[in-house]
C-alpha cells in the first residue's frame, strides 16, 4: 500500500536555528496537509495545499514558519528562526481527492533545545 | 470555528471486553466524522469514519455511531486484543469542498491481556 513518505524522522535543533521538514504524498493525491501534533494533543492544521495553491494557510504562524508545494507533488515546511514552543510531531497528510480520507505519514519530531 | 471534545482521556480494559470512546462537536455544520488510531512513532492511521447521513457504521469489531441533534459519536470497539493498545483520536469537518480536520485530544487505549 502506498505511503506518504516524510524526512527526516527525528531533528534536534537549536533555538534561532532554521528547519526544514519534507513530504512526498502519495502517487495522485492532490491535496496535501501539515499538521502540527503537540504532545499528548491532537493534529492541528497548518496550511493545506490543493496542487501548488495554497487553500489554507490561517492557521500557519507566518512569521517564522512557511511553506512550499512548487510542482504541486511534494512539499517542504520551513521553520526560521525555531522556537522552544516549537518542538512537536509534525505530520503531512494526502487526499486524492477533496473528499476522501487523509492519508498521513509518520511525522517528523522536532525537538528545539 | 469547530471545537471537538473527547472523553474519557485513558480508558484501560481487559482483553475481550467492549471499549467505547465518546465525542462530541460544536459545529452543526460538521457532517464528516472519522476515526484514527496512533501508535507510538507512528502517523494516524484511518480505523472507520461516518458522514451525517448515516447513523451508525461497522466494520468487523469496530462501528461508530452518530448522534446529529446531541452532536455527539462514539467509537465501539468489541472483543479488544492487545494489539487495539494505541492513541484514538476523533475529527469531525465541516466539507465546505474542502476537508478541514478538527481533531479531538485523544484518548489512550490499553488492553490488558
Known amino acids: 500500500e502506498a505511503e506518504v513518505a516524510q524526512s527526516p524522522r527525528y531533528k534536534i535543533t537549536e533555538k534561532s536555528q532554521a528547519v526544514a521538514f519534507w513530504c512526498d504524498p502519495i502517487?495522485?493525491?492532490?491535496?496535501l496537509y501539515w499538521y502540527r501534533q503537540i504532545l499528548g494533543q491532537g493534529p492541528e492544521l497548518l496550511v493545506q495545499f490543493q496542487d501548488e495553491s495554497v487553500v489554507d494557510d490561517s492557521q500557519l504562524p507566518k512569521d517564522r514558519f512557511s511553506a512550499e508545494r512548487l510542482k504541486g507533488v511534494d512539499s517542504t515546511l520551513k521553520i526560521q528562526p525555531a522556537e522552544l514552543g516549537d518542538s512537536a510531531m509534525y505530520l503531512c497528510?494526502?487526499?486524492?481527492?477533496?473528499?476522501?480520507?487523509?492519508?498521513f505519514g509518520n511525522g517528523t519530531r522536532l525537538t528545539v533545545t | 470555528g469547530e471545537n471537538v471534545e473527547q472523553h474519557p482521556s485513558t480508558l484501560s480494559v481487559q482483553e475481550g471486553d467492549s471499549a467505547v470512546i465518546k465525542c462530541t462537536y460544536s459545529?452543526?455544520?460538521?457532517?464528516?466524522f472519522p476515526w484514527y488510531k496512533q501508535e507510538l512513532g507512528k502517523g494516524p492511521q484511518l480505523i472507520i469514519d461516518?458522514?451525517?447521513?448515516?447513523g451508525e457504521k461497522k466494520d468487523q469489531r469496530i462501528a461508530v455511531t452518530l448522534n446529529k441533534t446531541a452532536k455527539h459519536f462514539s467509537l465501539h470497539i468489541t472483543e479488544t486484543q492487545p494489539e487495539d493498545s494505541a492513541v484514538y483520536f476523533c475529527a469531525a469537518s465541516a466539507n465546505t469542498g474542502f476537508q478541514k480536520l478538527v481533531f479531538g485530544t485523544g484518548t489512550r487505549l490499553l488492553v490488558s491481556p
Open positions: 497528510a494526502s487526499t486524492r481527492k477533496q473528499d476522501s480520507p487523509l492519508h
Open positions: 461516518i458522514r451525517s447521513n448515516v
Open positions: 459545529d452543526s455544520a460538521s457532517n464528516y
Open positions: 502517487s495522485g493525491h492532490a491535496t
